[in-house]
Protein backbone atom coordinates (compact mmCIF):
# COMPACT_ATOMS: atom_id res chain seq x y z
CA UNK A 1 0.00 0.00 0.00
CA UNK A 2 3.11 2.37 -0.50
CA UNK A 3 5.50 3.83 1.80
CA UNK A 4 4.08 5.45 5.40
CA UNK A 5 6.39 8.46 4.51
CA UNK A 6 3.74 9.38 2.06
CA UNK A 7 1.83 10.76 4.83
CA UNK A 8 4.01 12.22 6.71
CA UNK A 9 3.73 15.93 7.20
CA UNK A 10 6.39 18.37 9.61
CA UNK A 11 4.40 17.83 12.50
CA UNK A 12 3.32 14.27 12.25
CA UNK A 13 6.10 13.83 15.31
CA UNK A 14 4.42 16.76 16.92
CA UNK A 15 1.37 14.63 16.98
CA UNK A 16 3.29 11.73 18.69
CA UNK A 17 4.40 13.80 21.28
CA UNK A 18 1.58 15.54 21.90
CA UNK A 19 -1.00 12.46 21.74
CA UNK A 20 -1.56 12.75 25.91
CA UNK A 21 -2.99 16.11 25.49
CA UNK A 22 -4.38 15.78 21.95
CA UNK A 23 -7.86 16.22 23.84
CA UNK A 24 -6.86 19.87 25.94
CA UNK A 25 -4.96 21.30 23.08
CA UNK A 26 -7.99 20.61 20.26
CA UNK A 27 -10.71 22.00 22.80
CA UNK A 28 -8.73 25.62 22.77
CA UNK A 29 -10.08 25.78 19.35
CA UNK A 30 -13.19 24.50 19.99
CA UNK A 31 -13.77 26.12 23.19
CA UNK A 32 -14.99 29.58 21.03
CA UNK A 33 -17.91 27.09 19.62
CA UNK A 34 -19.05 25.91 23.16
CA UNK A 35 -18.95 22.11 21.98
CA UNK A 36 -16.74 19.71 22.39
CA UNK A 37 -14.98 17.48 19.67
CA UNK A 38 -17.62 14.48 20.51
CA UNK A 39 -20.48 16.87 19.30
CA UNK A 40 -18.90 17.27 16.22
CA UNK A 41 -17.38 14.08 15.89
CA UNK A 42 -21.10 12.56 15.94
CA UNK A 43 -22.93 15.38 14.26
CA UNK A 44 -20.59 14.57 11.18
CA UNK A 45 -21.13 11.07 11.42
CA UNK A 46 -24.90 11.34 11.66
CA UNK A 47 -24.69 13.42 8.61
CA UNK A 48 -22.74 11.23 6.72
CA UNK A 49 -25.41 8.46 8.03
CA UNK A 50 -28.27 10.76 5.95
CA UNK A 51 -25.84 10.49 3.60
CA UNK A 52 -25.84 6.98 3.30
CA UNK A 53 -29.58 6.49 3.67
CA UNK A 54 -29.91 8.52 0.57
CA UNK A 55 -27.89 6.61 -1.35
CA UNK A 56 -29.45 3.05 -0.10
CA UNK A 57 -25.70 2.50 0.68
CA UNK A 58 -25.55 0.14 3.50
CA UNK A 59 -21.87 -0.35 4.72
CA UNK A 60 -19.57 -3.36 6.60
CA UNK A 61 -16.32 -2.53 7.16
CA UNK A 62 -14.78 1.32 7.43
CA UNK A 63 -11.69 3.01 7.57
CA UNK A 64 -11.10 6.14 9.61
CA UNK A 65 -8.45 7.63 7.84
CA UNK A 66 -5.82 9.84 10.18
CA UNK A 67 -8.14 8.42 13.29
CA UNK A 68 -5.88 10.14 15.64
CA UNK A 69 -6.41 8.88 19.46
CA UNK A 70 -9.92 7.54 17.89
CA UNK A 71 -12.49 9.89 19.02
CA UNK A 72 -15.04 8.89 16.17
CA UNK A 73 -14.59 5.36 16.48
CA UNK A 74 -17.29 4.35 18.92
CA UNK A 75 -19.92 6.16 16.61
CA UNK A 76 -18.83 3.54 13.80
CA UNK A 77 -20.61 0.93 15.64
CA UNK A 78 -23.34 3.20 17.27
CA UNK A 79 -25.13 5.30 14.39
CA UNK A 80 -23.68 3.91 11.17
CA UNK A 81 -23.97 -0.03 12.23
CA UNK A 82 -20.77 -1.32 11.07
CA UNK A 83 -19.40 -4.41 11.26
CA UNK A 84 -15.20 -3.52 11.48
CA UNK A 85 -13.61 0.04 11.60
CA UNK A 86 -9.92 -0.10 10.85
CA UNK A 87 -8.33 3.37 12.32
CA UNK A 88 -5.23 4.34 10.51
CA UNK A 89 -2.73 7.28 11.45
CA UNK A 90 0.91 7.78 10.97
CA UNK A 91 1.42 8.83 14.90
CA UNK A 92 1.79 5.35 16.42
CA UNK A 93 1.37 7.03 19.99
CA UNK A 94 -2.12 8.01 19.31
CA UNK A 95 -2.47 4.63 17.41
CA UNK A 96 -1.60 3.67 21.36
CA UNK A 97 -4.19 5.56 22.78
CA UNK A 98 -6.91 4.12 20.61
CA UNK A 99 -6.16 0.73 21.01
CA UNK A 100 -6.23 0.79 24.60
CA UNK A 101 -9.43 2.75 24.69
CA UNK A 102 -11.37 0.66 22.34
CA UNK A 103 -10.04 -2.55 23.01
CA UNK A 104 -13.74 -3.99 23.33
CA UNK A 105 -14.77 -3.36 19.66
CA UNK A 106 -14.03 -4.53 16.72
CA UNK A 107 -11.85 -2.18 15.86
CA UNK A 108 -8.04 -2.41 14.50
CA UNK A 109 -5.46 0.53 14.59
CA UNK A 110 -2.63 0.34 12.53
CA UNK A 111 -0.08 2.63 10.53
CA UNK A 112 -0.98 3.40 6.82
CA UNK A 113 0.80 1.17 5.49
CA UNK A 114 -1.01 -2.07 6.72
CA UNK A 115 -4.49 -1.09 5.03
CA UNK A 116 -5.35 -3.79 2.97
CA UNK A 117 -6.23 -2.91 -0.64
CA UNK A 118 -10.33 -3.27 -1.75
CA UNK A 119 -10.90 -3.93 1.95
CA UNK A 120 -13.39 -1.37 2.84
CA UNK A 121 -16.71 -0.35 1.97
CA UNK A 122 -16.48 3.47 3.73
CA UNK A 123 -13.90 5.42 4.17
CA UNK A 124 -14.25 8.52 6.63
CA UNK A 125 -11.88 11.52 6.90
CA UNK A 126 -12.42 14.30 9.37
CA UNK A 127 -9.84 17.38 9.43
CA UNK A 128 -6.92 15.40 8.24
CA UNK A 129 -5.74 16.18 5.02
CA UNK A 130 -4.96 19.81 5.62
CA UNK A 131 -2.44 18.79 7.65
CA UNK A 132 -0.66 16.32 4.98
CA UNK A 133 1.82 18.47 3.01
CA UNK A 134 -0.05 19.31 -0.08
CA UNK A 135 3.07 17.52 -2.49
CA UNK A 136 1.60 14.09 -0.59
CA UNK A 137 -1.93 14.31 -0.74
CA UNK A 138 -2.58 12.96 -4.08
CA UNK A 139 -0.84 9.64 -2.53
CA UNK A 140 -3.06 9.98 0.87
CA UNK A 141 -5.99 10.34 -1.27
CA UNK A 142 -4.81 7.18 -3.92
CA UNK A 143 -3.92 5.38 -0.92
CA UNK A 144 -7.56 5.39 0.50
CA UNK A 145 -9.47 4.98 -2.94
CA UNK A 146 -6.89 1.78 -3.47
CA UNK A 147 -8.63 0.81 -0.05
CA UNK A 148 -12.45 0.83 -1.32
CA UNK A 149 -13.93 -2.06 -2.73
CA UNK A 150 -15.72 -1.64 -6.07
CA UNK A 151 -18.36 1.24 -5.88
CA UNK A 152 -17.39 2.14 -2.07
CA UNK A 153 -17.70 5.29 -0.36
CA UNK A 154 -15.03 7.99 0.66
CA UNK A 155 -16.13 10.66 3.15
CA UNK A 156 -13.64 13.73 3.36
CA UNK A 157 -14.82 16.69 5.80
CA UNK A 158 -11.81 19.37 5.71
CA UNK A 159 -12.49 22.95 7.72
CA UNK A 160 -14.02 25.91 5.99
CA UNK A 161 -11.32 27.94 4.88
CA UNK A 162 -13.68 31.22 3.95
CA UNK A 163 -15.29 30.38 7.89
CA UNK A 164 -13.22 33.43 10.26
CA UNK A 165 -13.98 31.30 13.47
CA UNK A 166 -12.89 28.77 12.00
CA UNK A 167 -9.83 30.56 11.17
CA UNK A 168 -9.74 32.20 14.25
CA UNK A 169 -10.00 28.27 16.28
CA UNK A 170 -7.43 26.54 14.67
CA UNK A 171 -4.99 29.42 15.29
CA UNK A 172 -5.57 28.44 19.08
CA UNK A 173 -4.88 25.20 18.63
CA UNK A 174 -1.19 24.26 18.49
CA UNK A 175 -1.00 21.46 16.45
CA UNK A 176 -2.88 23.50 13.59
CA UNK A 177 -0.29 26.37 13.20
CA UNK A 178 0.74 24.67 10.30
CA UNK A 179 -2.07 23.37 8.36
CA UNK A 180 -2.69 24.54 5.00
CA UNK A 181 -6.47 24.36 4.38
CA UNK A 182 -8.36 23.12 1.59
CA UNK A 183 -10.16 24.88 -0.52
CA UNK A 184 -13.98 23.08 -2.29
CA UNK A 185 -12.63 23.43 -6.17
CA UNK A 186 -9.09 22.01 -4.98
CA UNK A 187 -10.36 19.03 -3.11
CA UNK A 188 -12.66 18.19 -6.36
CA UNK A 189 -9.91 18.23 -8.27
CA UNK A 190 -7.61 16.09 -5.83
CA UNK A 191 -10.29 13.61 -5.81
CA UNK A 192 -11.09 13.76 -9.14
CA UNK A 193 -7.22 12.99 -10.01
CA UNK A 194 -7.52 10.04 -7.76
CA UNK A 195 -10.58 8.37 -9.62
CA UNK A 196 -13.57 9.19 -7.33
CA UNK A 197 -16.76 10.31 -8.24
CA UNK A 198 -17.82 13.56 -6.47
CA UNK A 199 -21.18 13.01 -5.28
CA UNK A 200 -22.12 15.67 -3.20
CA UNK A 201 -20.40 18.39 -1.38
CA UNK A 202 -22.02 20.10 1.78
CA UNK A 203 -21.32 22.64 3.77
Not at 43 to 55: A, H, P
Amino acid sequence: MGDSETLRSPDDEDFDANAASYDEQLQRGLSISGETKEFFALERIKWLRYRLECLDFHIRDCLDFGCGIGTATQYFFDVLNARTMVGTDPSESSLEIARRHWKSLAATFVQPEAISSNSIDLAFCNGVFHHIDPANRADAASMVYRSLRPGGLFALWENKPWNPLTRLSMRRVPFDADAIMLWPGETRRLLGDCGFEVLFTDY
